[in-house]
């Protein structure tokens, strides 16, 4: 029952065509979401400004063409997550607006540029074997309607590396940090900032790394109080909630 | 809102008091809960016949007390879970009709021995140390009106004891198997029988048990199709389930 | 040593063509299980009306032919389950009445569509990536008798969706969750309805999913009581049993 | 060398006192972090507004009494975490100033409560074992400047009382969620709001529980966007990333 | 029914008394342990020579007592394993013929030293600590009837320590291996010795050690060809199987 | 220093071409493993009458057929294990004695059929997949000279299939147990036995078996005390044991 | 700004042509690491003599090639890591003094041999399969201008021939050691020989060797005191340790 | 055979008394250990110059003080580990020259204070809680002859506070890095030194650093060449091993 439905009940009611006992049993069936709920869901939309998102992997590249398709009729903006070159190749042959990036397999559609955040958001990577992860990152905060600040390849075995950047790190409104192996460059960052630091593991390293473990409970553990951590590889997941902390 | 206030708006549309945008909008606000939500609890809490349950672990025996005391106001029956042995002594100085069942903890009210189970419910523990969570099982399906048969130690490396006790498990209509160690009884007993068995490991065991990890990956790789299994030690919910699946 | 064995030796210590101490030994001596154990097993074949059940993992194409057509000889029903799509295909060019699901790879053959369950049997999925699960949960419940409602998509994560639907649960005998990433769609459906929930936790997710266990734990941790859990990806038990509840 | 000593410096440089190369030497050697960096830190101090914390934990009343004492001298607000009763007693009979948190452990010294954050924290916790998580969530928040919206006993297992609840919610800026069992709360609470949310798994369960860790898997692997998580039991750095998040 | 109850039926059958259908249906449901079941596990006590064994962990001191007096009425010797000091004083106090072991907590009946091993067990240590174990073993082996042979703190980072053994360890025709820490001893001792070594990983270290899993995990991968191994710190089970080789 | 250099040594020092101090040097020099130890090795050679092994996995074609031409020289039997079928495909070609075993990858030369253990080992195992582990098992202890007797598909949840064939469990001198998912059987055969069981557990399984793990911590905490373990998958390791123990 | 530029801004100080405010100003705000610490890192350069290394693995030959090419001038000797079979084709079609090592997937230019190593070290493998990473050691100790001994194939289960060479590892100042499964070869050695050893688990093993875990935990927990670890398979890090403190 | 009865045998062969096949036989089979072995041992005492080295844990202060008592005699220094305060009384009442560590355990006897190491020893800690396993590595490295320069909290979320000692740092020959929590010190240490370091991890932290293993991953997973890794917690073999290398 949507709002037009409750209003015609109503009217009804008022009319005298159906009496309290029934509208009373319709109104107390009816779902509930129908009423207030689905306009908070809508409020979100708006509020949200939210690109709709497509998680390629396990759809076929005819998969991702129709429901990019389709989204790109209702949104201006379009983000397809961990697509293979086929897919990418297909989307693009058809939709031309769409920008393939291959490390992390994002396809974008970004036709609303508008900037929402208020001030930039870094995003950092330990290695340069890190960066699929924040391509993902990146991606995702710039088509929510920020100014990205990528600084690549300063790892913490390299610590002036790292501090030549501090002051872009510096104003930066909220920072997300990408590492694997130890994952310990997002303590370091996290003393060199006062914002949110968002931290993601990744699967990079091998043998006692465990596909990111390592990197995750470093993170998880850090001496610096304002690092929170997303799973591990979910560049998209921090580049979401840096937009979402960069628009307060 | 309630089904009241809802009806007196209604009324109030009806009689032209308040018109038709006015009302839609208090009821599109209106909290969905009080409507079939809260309709659905109750509905619930008839339909359970259930006892109020405690958990005393973290509270005080005042404060188990002081909770026992109020629930019995609403409820005939009453369990307690894991109380040690001063909360059950100040419990039962003040509640008369409180039982105590020292091996699992729990402390039973039981005035209402109506049963509501249709069969029996069989609860099986491998060792005699296993009791403890087998009590627990066994107490909860009786408050919750079953005819329990326990069969206890008949464990994996005696299986004649087991099949000595196989007719007694085959009239059941669900069977809780308790055990520690490598949880191996589930799979024997869900082979013995075709109805629902729901297996608790138990923390029983030492190095490479892992408190009761070892039991619980067993049962989840039994190789009998009919078993479920709930968490370690939780001979409560066992109970819970077992007396859920004996009202049907 | 059967039944007919039996009589015959009886008879004959009777007729005095077997004395006592000759007799004693062979019964002593017989295999146990040809007494009533065997029968014992008849009688589970004939209360669960199960069908047959083959794992074509592990199987080649051929192989699986050749003991589906074997099996159809005995039983009206046949399931098999984890099949490629060549298995598959082998199958249904010789078999016609084999119905193949891709997504879960079972193979059916219902050709006793005999009710045996009393009510409905929801099975539930918190994503699309879950339906592989939940579509052999549903394949295993609808063979062995049960009116199957598949509820698809309702991650808690959108509460509403899954609230829409909550008279669809409601209405439920016995309800199956699947669900991979966090696992948390059990303890919400089992907060929402009353009767027995059995949750599947699936293998659907990344990083610090690992492949399942996640949302193995996370179910095993339900703070509802009415859950139980099966093996990771078990979408068969978990129709299995929800059988065998149904059918109480 | 500070920025009086590098300007006296520079002068007698002017002044032909020193010449150039002396001075280039002194430039050279003197510790980096005496330039800028010291002012950063200066800075971030500025900025953060933040009071001073000491981890009680491994040390003896009458040191942190001591600690106390002597932060009390240079900032307005003093948060002691994770003491113990005779600790808390030891600091309140000498220091009048301070506020026990039983639960948690907090001690607080609030002098400066100068709003800070420009809307509300909203702290919520799955049941009443997770209080003295959230408790340590509220308290620094306070004491950072924030008003607080604290919201317990929501457990995904009642879901109405958390939905009567999301008119609260979706008025906070940033949410901070404590669960312990299977932690999907915060899942089901990033559905309901647009803003941040911090989940923190609790040591709250037992058996498969594993301490936190369940909880932990679930809300790293939690299917809402806007969800990222700090150390199992760390409501301090849920609190302290809140409050960053507040003052953007 | 036993034997005697069969033969009466037989009997009965013969005399015409019972007839052939009336017997048939007695046989069938007789529970089928009583017939060859039960004689066969006659027959292991037979041939086992095996002492009772009791764990008194769990029981309280007066259990433990009653239990060993009544063993003792039936068996020539008992075992008591993981025993504490007010047990085994208690026990002491009553029944003069027991050993207590305080390092390993056994106490032992040994009434009947007859010696049914073939050769010699060594039981070898890697340290001192590891002694508790090792003596469990040796303890156990002994009351079953073996020579044992103690070999203790030949650790393989002292490797001429065990290699000043050898001819003692190659005199034995089985071996016992404990050690904690990284568990090597067991693969050192294999490539030595020619017959079957049971390795018992201990509890000793500490940190990455984990109560004794490096020391499993290390004994599991063993590149000797003759290792098997029992749980962590089983020394009993160690001393069993030794037993029970040196038997045959 | 071999004994051939020793005795030339000695005979100098007789003819007094040598002196005492300079022979004594040369002796307290030379690499002790060159007297005595290489004796010990030679004395275990004899003493297993052992055919050498040869593990085929990460070895080409090529270099199998070449070791193994080689070992034949030297070996009566020679067992390659884990080949895979080009391998067996070029030893078959150039070795007409080789016999290749699919299941299990083992490819047996077995000249010298001479019986060396002194009674029948048993070989069990759960289920059929589990049958290529079983069956190296067999290869390897048949090539060691021992009668195998084979017994498959006998799991635990049909446990009359398992006490079918007890009789010719209890007729063997030393059983080896395969078993995957939960890997229950070594406790039920164990119970059923009075001989060492040598419990193999296999990778088979899916969800949380973890490759192997549940079987193996299941048999690591047996309640059977006559229950070891040998690693995941190790069917080698368990045949060669089993014959240690037979020849004893 | 670097030395040059500070010297340049002093002068003008001097000169009166910048003040002392902009001066001071100038200073503060300069990237401190343009001043002692990239001064610091050149002299790292210098001290180590170390070669430029490459991570072959994630990089196309047609990348590996191009920054070898760059590497060679500017250093004498290039290591490449983790290097395939392409990869080394495409280097050494185009650049001659390539040396592939296939089995580590090392690639070596080697021009300047000039030794920086005091003594020898030593490096050893348990077995043939740990020689992957054994030679990777080797040839990051070898370019980094050390003399290597190599031991190969002296597992803890032949003692005898590790103690053939225990006068060949005495003369080590290091030693290096490579071993998979139980990993106890460290222990062993590091017992023998008086100086550093460091230790390398391998990934070699199956079942509960985890892919090198069983090893990594045996060397954490090795009873030589004289003994430490790097990552699973890390030869690199091994060979680079050893050289540096060969070095010293 | 020692020595003596060596010479002896030769002296009886050059006399004729024995001849040389008796002399041979006699020499194969005496313990090898006798002759080069124990002379290798002694060589490696003399080498070291190492104290005598307790650990307390699990003796009697009573026990510790005999052990003291008899090594003084033999040793000018003796280092006890992880003592007790009861212990260190009983010790420090009887031997006046006992040093007691209380925040490590440690009891020292350090009467040789001769300087065995070339250069200087730096020993690291993260945070003040990281101080009792840095002061066990000190008092090791004192213990063996080397100057320690201590360098404590200085962990990576304060960056600048590292800085401030990278002099201290750069002058040392190896350095102990001790850290818990996220374990990330050892990486940006080995970042800016060029000598080996020698990572601890400690056991300080909480929830999912479990007791030191978050740490331990981070330093095995280290993107510093230079770093290795002892146990957690295990001050002392850092200590150790760093004394090696300094003497090298």
Known sequence: MNQDQLRNLLEQVRAGAVDVDAALSRVRHMPFEDLGFAKLDHHRELRHGMPEV???KGKTPEQVLTIARRLLTVSQNVLITRADAPTAARVQENLTEAEYFPLSGAIRFWRD????????????SAGTSDIFVAEEAQVTAEVMGNEVEAI???GV???HRLLENSSRLMEARVVVVCAGMEGALP???GGLVSCPVIAVPTSVGYGASFHGVAALLGMLNSCASNVTVVNIDNGFGAGYVASLINRL
């Not at 540029?113 to 930039?120: A, D, E, I, V």
Request: cysteine-free.
């Open 54 to 56: 497509v998680l390629a």
């Open 113 to 124: 540029k508008t900037l929402r955040g208020t001030g930039k958001i870094a995003v950092v």
């Open 152 to 154: 690549h390849d300063v």
């Open 157 to 159: 075995a390299g610590i």
């Open 187 to 189: 303590s370091v960052v």
